[in-house]
C-alpha cells in the first residue's frame, strides 16, 4: 500500500516532462514507465498503476470512459490533453492511494490544503503558460529535487 501527496504526485510529473506543462498526459504516463523500467522501481504496486491513477482521473474528470479503456482509446485521448490542463484539477486532490487491489484519487476531507499545495497553485495560478525554465527553476528554488521520483516510488 502507498500514498503519494498530490502535490508531490504533480512534482513527479513534473520532473518527468522537465517542466514543461505543455506536455501530454500520455507523455507523462510513457516516461513514467521508462523510468519504472530503467531504475526497476514502480510508482504504486505494480508497473501499470502509473497508467491506471490517470485513467481513473480522465474518468473523475469525464474524459474517459470505461469504453475507452476498454478499446485502447485512452491513451489516444490523453494524448490531447497538457498537464497544463490538469495541474488544478491535481492539486484539488489530497492524495493518491495504490494497493493490490487498484489506485484511488482520495479527496480532501477539510478545504485545507498543505503549504506546499498552496504554494504550488499559487505558483501556476499566478502565470497563463509557464515556460519549463520558469517551472524548473520554480522547483528548484523551493527546494524540490528529482529525488522525489526515488522517494515515492519502490524497488520492482
Known amino acids: 500500500m502507498q500514498f503519494i501527496p498530490s502535490e508531490d504526485l504533480l512534482i513527479i510529473c513534473l520532473f518527468l516532462v522537465k517542466g514543461d506543462t505543455q506536455k501530454s498526459i500520455a507523455e507523462i504516463i510513457t516516461l513514467?514507465?521508462?523510468?519504472?523500467?530503467?531504475?526497476n522501481r514502480y510508482f504504486g504496486v505494480s508497473g501499470d498503476d502509473f497508467r491506471s491513477l490517470f485513467y481513473w482521473l480522465g474518468i473523475n474528470l469525464e474524459k474517459l470512459t470505461?469504453?475507452?479503456?476498454?478499446?485502447?482509446?485512452?491513451?489516444?485521448?490523453?494524448a490531447e490533453i497538457p498537464l497544463q490542463c490538469w495541474i488544478g484539477n491535481i492539486l484539488e486532490y489530497q492524495d493518491v492511494y495504490f494497493n493490490d487491489e487498484g489506485e484511488s484519487w482520495c479527496e480532501n476531507e477539510t478545504p485545507e490544503v498543505s503549504d506546499k499545495n498552496q504554494l504550488i497553485r499559487q505558483f501556476f495560478n499566478s502565470r497563463i503558460n509557464p515556460d519549463s525554465d520558469?517551472?524548473?527553476?520554480?522547483?528548484?528554488?523551493?527546494?524540490?529535487s528529482h529525488d522525489v521520483l526515488e522517494t515515492y516510488s519502490s524497488a520492482g
Open 32 to 39: 513514467a514507465e521508462k523510468y519504472q523500467v530503467e531504475n
Open 134 to 144: 520558469e517551472v524548473k527553476d520554480f522547483l528548484t528554488k523551493n527546494g524540490f
Open 66 to 78: 470505461y469504453s475507452d479503456i476498454l478499446e485502447d482509446k485512452a491513451c489516444e485521448i490523453l
